[in-house]
């Protein structure tokens, strides 16, 4: 999958342009997840491996695919790191927005991306 939070605002709608043109509708998914969580303030709320109540900041989207049958078996996990700098990742059925607005570094986009996990 695309790392959405490496382009920039003109980058972002060119690929969306571009999606919507070859009818690749797990990508525009992904564009609208990442729309929708990235840089917010998010709280676990159900799940196994995220203690519930945890709250952090999202940093990183991705559609994958679990299963064999292409059709189905999608899903959206969401990185997020709280207060202490801990990285959680989750399905987005496990979080709830609790602020939806973002933070400088996330409406530049990439500042905040996986690989400054360290």
Known sequence: MTKLWNMTSDELERYTDYCIREGNLQALTEIHDYHKWYGKMVKVVKGR????????RVFYVERKHYGTNPWFGWSTRVGFRDDDG????TNEDNLEIVDNS?????????QNHVENLG
């Open 49 to 56: 491996k995220c203690p519930k109540g945890t709250t952090g």
């Open 86 to 89: 801990n990285a959680y990742f």
């Open 102 to 110: 973002l933070t400088d570094e996330s409406k530049e986009g990439g």
